[in-house]
Structures are given as C-alpha cells and as structure tokens.
C-alpha cells in the first residue's frame, strides 16, 4: 500500500532525471539472497536497486537519502525501486 503523502521531488541538475530527499530506517529482507531498502518517515518502502555506502549500510540506522525513481523491474517486489544518488 502506498501512502497518498506527498514527496519531495527535485529536478537534478547533474542528471536528466527527477530525485526525491527521503528519510527513514535502512533494512535488509532475506528474500532470495537479500535486498536493501529503506523505509521512509512517510511510511512507503523504498526498494535501492544500487548500493547504499558502506558508511550507512547497516540494517536499522538512520538514513537521509537522495533517490532516483527507477523503472527496473525486479522479483522481490518489496517496495518502489530506486537508484540511490547520496545518503548520510
């Protein structure tokens, strides 16, 4: 389920593409050899379809984040795909 909320989106000037800022708690599932997401403050699930830093990857730490909507198709359907551009 999707929150109706709204996010912040930006347009990124070092890239073609739209980035929203989120925060939330970074998480790995153990689904099908794992996969890492962050769910944000706002309640929606943001599936990272690139690596967080090793700096913030680590499961139940806060993390604010720079992403990318992705339009990847992916297996685990755990959440919105994303690319992540930044997070501290």
Not at 22 to 48: K, M
Not at 58 to 78: H, K, L
Request: hydrophobic share 40%; charged share 20%; net charge negative.
């Amino acid at each position: 389920m999707y929150s109706s909320r709204p996010v912040n989106c930006l347009v990124n000037p070092n890239q073609s593409g739209v980035y929203m800022h989120i925060s939330g708690i970074v998480v790995f599932e153990d689904l099908e050899g794992g996969v890492w997401g962050i769910v944000g403050d706002d309640g929606i699930r943001y599936q990272l379809m690139n690596d967080l830093p090793k700096s913030v990857r680590e499961p139940g730490r806060r993390v604010e984040a720079e992403v990318e909507p992705s339009s990847a198709v992916t297996i685990f359907q755990w959440g919105r795909p994303v690319k992540v551009l930044n997070a501290r």
